[in-house]
């Protein structure tokens, strides 16, 4: 009966993924369009990496299928499919960071908009994709369908902060504050990883689905205020959409971002006030990895991030066998409810940290300062 109640709970919560998953595609589009118009001057690297990101959403889709196809069960049970979609996902990070990175190595007044930019990271979406397919082509020589692994390819850097600093434009900081419940998404992503599937913890799919779709809304809301406060007008967006749809004629190019040009002061500023606040805030994340390896090449900023990644993900998963079987047969007879409850706290903690962490570098004076 058991079983019947979580396959029962399962399917459910895969069809109401389902329908969040496909409606949160809409907002990120509108999120694109905000992002890469020329008034906002968005970095190319950052442009690409964002939109580089439909390959995930549109790769999940086969992947899915396969997985039902081939092995009767949900994706996220089927490792090695699994795991080449979320490669995807850690590709989209990594070429984002890799854009920020670029972007505050150089004058606000020189950034890299145009396709010189964007080719180059293409070069590294093409490496970095032959490694994660070559992962896969590794797991999927196992012969196992459904090993489990708990991915953590979701987990990415947030230095949209520092970029609004460099630039002299605020409304930067508020992309950050658009991005948290995506993060979220992604800390329940890993908490249903890290708990091996359990079915008592299937709502986390529904949950997951549901973020992505609030974090995505949020993100879309953010860019549209950076864009308005770039030069972006309503106007100017229905005279764009007139030109698409073929019933005016091309639209005006809108007014250049009036903010660039004074990044350097406005960034100067922004660190005078750090140094008087005391220096970075007390609450440390995933981002000040950015701080410290600032000075490494790309190549080898991606090596140490790769590292940590797989050595964090594949410690989760084998660690298990180290544990004393009398405490994993204590684990295994939990009641589901305690299950649930320890799987609430794993994402809630972490999400409560990232809020107060942001808040505490939003505060006057404090190392990170904007709104949303």
Known sequence: MTLLADNALSSTADDLAGGLFGASLFPWLAMLYWLKHPTVGAPAGVSFGLTFLLAFVFGTIPAAI???????????????????????????????????????????????????????????????????????????????????????????????????????QDRWKGVVWGMLPLHTSGIIACTYHLFYNAPAISWCVA?????????????????????????????????????????????????????????????????????EAGGASALVGWEDLGDAWSRDSS?????????????????????????????REAWEILPEGVISALALAVIVLPTALNVAKWQQRSAEDAEFVGDF
Request: hydrophobic share 50%; with cysteine.
């Open 299 to 327: 190549l080898a900023f991606l090596g140490k991030l790769a590292a940590l990644s797989g050595g964090l993900a594949y410690g989760v998963k084998y660690a298990p066998a180290l544990v004393p079987a009398g405490v």
């Open 66 to 168: 396969g997985a039902g196809v081939l092995y009767g069960v949900s994706l996220a049970d089927a490792d090695w499919l699994h795991g080449a979609a979320e490669s995807l996902l850690a590709i989209t990070n990594c070429i984002v960071v890799l854009g920020f990175r670029e972007a505050l190595s150089l004058p606000p007044s020189s950034q890299p908009v145009g396709e010189e930019s964007a080719a180059s990271l293409r070069t590294s979406a093409l490496v970095l994709g032959s490694f994660s397919a070559l992962s896969a082509l590794v797991v999927l020589g196992s012969g196992s369908a459904a090993v489990h692994s708990p991915w953590l390819g979701g987990v990415g850097n947030l230095p949209s902060g520092l970029y609004a600093e460099h630039v002299g």
């Open 207 to 275: 949950l997951q689905a549901g973020m992505t779709f609030v974090g995505n809304t949020t993100l879309a809301l953010a860019c549209l205020r950076l864009a308005l406060a770039s030069g972006w007008t309503w106007q100017l967006g229905l005279e764009e959409l007139g030109a698409v749809l073929g019933t005016i004629g091309r639209p005006s190019e809108g007014s250049p971002n009036p903010n660039l040009a004074k990044g350097s002061a406005s960034s100067a500023v922004a660190k005078a006030k750090t140094a």
